[in-house]
């Protein structure tokens, strides 16, 4: 398999997923900005909506939108309990989770990294975001992840855009709960691992 990612950027979550789950693959660079891979081929010639992250199956086929592809690594690895078996409550909890931090949060962030985007539009999205940061303070009471007692691939979805909230000057000070949790996934030695491949740690 290959996962094409640009550091830092959501691809970092399938990348954690990956490394969580023990399966082999290759990372494969693809930067947002030029679109191109390392060797200079044209991103858009793999992925023409040219974001990232894709999963390039051993066959060729190819998977996008980060949701689809961690539930489908973790359907790959199913004693890593990455997710809950298919069909069960639980699992269906854990898609409520990846809908929720991808339409409340991911995209919520997306217009900050925008770099015509206007100061005062951005401080409204920064305003929704502690919002949602202090309803998953709640959330994350008594609990060591976000599904409870086990790591799911949303703990690694949440973890990758709560990362954004340095360069976006969004304050989760507040939150001790989400501060706990956020320190606990980065301890993970797999976090580690992903983000030292994407040269997000030294």
Same mark, same amino acid.
């Given at each position: ?12 979550? %399938?990348? $954690?997923?990956?490394?969580? #789950?023990? /399966? @082999?693959?290759?990372?494969? +660079? *693809? ?35 980060? %949701?689809? $592809?961690?539930?489908?690594? #973790?359907? /790959? @690895?199913?004693?890593?309990? +990455? *997710? ?44 929704? /975001? ?73």
């Amino acid at each position: 398999m290959k996962l094409y990612y640009s550091p830092g950027a959501c691809s970092l979550s %399938p990348h $954690i997923a990956l490394r969580e #789950a023990g /399966l @082999a693959f290759e990372p494969v +660079l *693809a930067s947002t900005k030029s679109h191109k891979l390392q060797d200079g081929t044209d991103y858009y010639g793999i992925n023409p909506l040219g974001y990232v992250p894709m999963l390039e199956l051993d066959d060729g086929t190819r998977l996008r939108e980060g %949701p689809a $592809i961690v539930q489908y690594i #973790a359907d /790959l @690895a199913p004693n890593k309990n +990455l *997710a809950p078996a298919s069909g069960t409550l639980s699992r269906y909890r854990l898609q409520e989770w990846l809908t929720f931090i991808g339409t409340e949060m991911h995209k919520t962030y997306s217009p900050m990294f925008n770099p015509n985007m206007p100061e005062e539009a951005k401080a409204i999205f920064r305003t929704k /975001l502690q919002s949602r940061y202090e309803w998953l303070n709640g959330e994350l009471e008594g609990k060591d992840y976000l599904m409870g007692e086990h790591f799911t691939v949303a703990d690694g979805y949440l973890f990758t855009v709560t990362n954004w909230t340095k360069p976006t000057g969004v304050d989760i000070s507040p939150y001790a709960n989400v501060q706990a949790w956020h320190a606990r996934i980065g301890a993970r030695p797999a976090v580690q691992e992903a983000m030292k491949t994407e040269g997000l740690l030294k």
